[in-house]
Every structure is written in structure tokens, then in C-alpha cells.
């Protein structure tokens, strides 16, 4: 399913206009998105699962191409947790 498909659909199970159901998709990613860049990034939504952020550390690899050694940076990645709900309703 794609944003436009979930904006199409969540207009059509609440009986509203697509431009509201697309501002709540919006406001939905966003707030994800402000909650996960703080310190301790980690959105939990009963139903569906918890976001949560952690901090890859600093590591060597290799080039596949070339096999030259590098250096990979810290950063931060995104795990999703699936909620007891969610897994039940996909099994």
C-alpha cells in the first residue's frame, strides 16, 4: 500500500475529504518523525507496535568494488517492534 492509497482509505472509512485524511497521514509521519529525534527516540502505538531509535557505533568495512578498507560512521538507525495485536492479525 502506498500514502496515497492509506489517504484513500482512511478518507473513505471516516466519511472525510481526501485533503483532511492526507493532512492527518502528514501530521501522523511528522509527529513520528519529532518523536524519534529526541534523545530517547521511541513512539509506542497500542494495536500496532513501538518506533524506537538506537545509535549504530563506528565501524571498518570494505569496498565490494574496489576491497579498499574504510571507515563507516556512527549513526542512527530506526527499529519497528510489532505489537501483540499486530502479529496476531497478520497470522
Request: contains cysteine; positive net charge.
Amino acid at each position: 500500500m502506498t500514502k496515497t492509497q492509506l489517504v484513500e482509505q482512511m478518507a473513505k472509512d471516516a466519511g472525510i475529504p481526501r485533503s483532511a485524511a492526507n493532512k492527518a497521514v502528514n501530521s501522523f509521519i511528522d509527529c513520528v518523525k519529532v518523536s524519534l529525534k529526541k534523545k530517547d527516540g521511541k513512539i509506542t502505538l497500542l494495536g500496532l507496535g513501538t518506533f524506537s531509535k538506537y545509535r549504530r557505533k563506528a565501524r571498518k568495512g570494505v569496498n565490494p568494488a574496489t576491497g579498499e578498507k574504510i571507515k563507516i560512521k556512527a549513526s542512527n538507525g530506526i527499529r519497528f517492534k510489532p505489537g501483540k495485536a499486530l502479529k496476531t492479525a497478520i497470522s
